[in-house]
C-alpha cells in the first residue's frame, strides 16, 4: 500500500529556509519520478519541483529555481525539499505526489508560512 507523509512544514521569516520530509512507503522511490506541489487556498495546486532516474534529474518551476533543493534519501524512502530564501509568496500547504501503478498519490500536506 503507497503511503506518503509529509513533515517539516512551520512558521518562518522573510528569507529564512525550512526543509520539508516526505516519508514513503510500498514502493521504491528511486524507481517512480517523485514530485512537490504547493496550494494556496482558491488557487489550483502548483507543481514546483521533480525529480526522476534514481535522484540524477531534477526539474523547478521557474518561482522557486534557485532557491528550493528537491532531493531522495533511497535508503530512508524519504523525499526532501530544501527551502531557502523563502518568500511570503511562498506560504501555501506543500504537498508530495507520486504516480504508481496507474495512481496518482498524495500526502496530506504540510503547511508554510513565511511572515514579511
Known amino acids: 500500500q503507497v503511503q506518503l507523509v509529509e513533515s517539516g512544514g512551520g512558521s518562518v521569516q522573510f528569507g529564512g529556509s525550512l526543509r520539508l520530509s516526505c516519508a514513503a512507503s510500498?514502493?521504491?522511490?528511486?524507481?517512480?519520478?517523485m514530485r512537490w506541489y504547493r496550494q494556496v487556498p482558491g488557487k489550483e495546486r502548483e507543481w514546483i519541483a521533480a525529480?526522476?532516474?534514481?535522484?540524477?534529474?531534477?526539474n523547478y518551476a521557474d518561482s522557486v529555481k534557485g532557491r528550493f533543493t528537491i532531493s531522495t534519501d533511497n535508503n530512508k524512502s524519504t523525499l526532501y525539499l530544501q527551502m531557502n530564501s523563502l518568500k511570503p509568496e511562498d506560504t501555501a500547504v506543500y504537498y508530495c505526489?507520486?504516480?504508481?501503478?496507474?495512481?496518482?498519490?498524495w500526502g496530506q500536506g504540510t503547511q508554510v508560512t513565511v511572515s514579511s
Open positions: 505526489n507520486t504516480f504508481v501503478g496507474r495512481k496518482d498519490y
Open positions: 510500498g514502493f521504491s522511490i528511486s524507481t517512480y519520478a
Open positions: 525529480i526522476f532516474g534514481a535522484g540524477s534529474i531534477t
